[in-house]
């Protein structure tokens, strides 16, 4: 990958300063809750595990649904800013792809009432998508790499995804100008898919790999992740 990925997937530290308080996590959810989210934070993204951006996703969605249990977990992986070591990073990426696909797979068959809802914010938008490809196609000068890419989820694993929630997820111009395998979901998440993109972010709106701008680290803040969760509300 060239040079720019050094600002691939970034999230600034202005985030922690977007929400004042972050929302008391609630106590925690029993092992098998009504809904459960798997959520990827962004790069070097403050508020660990889920960031700045699943907190104000996880709020949202607890206020939406009264009454429910709602399990948050975070993917565990590096969500690192090394992009000058090319192998370090594409290796955490698998990394939070694998953890995501585990935890589904957990999920389906310990807690086959919940509804999964995967989700993710830049980078850990990205974990969530190939997680839920069928198939990721990396480019034919890394193949002898193919034996570690992450595999497709099994076609039943479908039927415990309630919806999948992205936030800033790199648009298709940024990963082909950085070398990535291109952002598809598999046929059978697609049309629980809710992607999001504020306009003027030039992470996800088309434009060249270039800096992230000020617009990248408003998604905690703008509504949209209230929009995410009434998206979800509807689809239980």
């Given at each position: 990958m060239k040079r720019p990925l050094l600002i691939l997937f970034g999230f600034t530290v202005l985030a922690a300063g977007l929400l004042a308080s972050p929302a008391p996590r609630a106590a925690a959810a029993p092992p098998c809750a009504d809904v459960e989210v798997v959520f990827a934070r962004g790069t070097v993204e403050t508020a660990p595990p889920v960031g700045v951006t699943g907190l104000s996703f996880e709020q949202a969605l607890r206020n939406q649904l009264p009454g429910k249990s709602v399990n948050v977990y975070g993917v565990n992986y590096p969500a690192g800013s090394n992009f000058d070591n090319r192998m370090a990073f594409v290796e955490g990426v698998v990394k939070g792809v694998n953890d995501t696909q585990r935890r589904i797979k957990y999920l389906a068959a310990q807690c086959p009432g919940s509804h999964i809802v995967v989700g993710g914010y830049s980078q850990g938008a990205v974990v969530a998508s190939y997680a839920l490809s069928n198939k990721i196609q990396i480019d034919p000068q890394y193949r002898q790499y193919q034996d570690r890419v992450p595999q497709p989820l099994a076609d039943n694993a479908?039927?415990?995804?309630?919806?999948?929630?992205?936030?800033?997820?790199?648009?298709?111009?940024?990963?082909?100008?950085?070398?990535?395998?291109?952002?598809?979901v598999g046929p059978l998440y697609e049309g629980k898919t809710k992607r999001y993109c504020i306009a003027g972010d030039v992470v996800c709106d088309g434009a060249p790999v270039g800096q992230p701008n000020g617009l990248h680290v408003l998604y905690a803040v703008n509504g949209m992740t209230v929009d995410a969760a009434q998206y979800v509300k509807a689809r239980l």
């Open positions: 479908a039927s415990h995804v309630t919806a999948a929630i992205l936030f800033a997820p790199p648009s298709s111009n940024w990963i082909k100008q950085v070398g990535a395998p291109p952002m598809n």
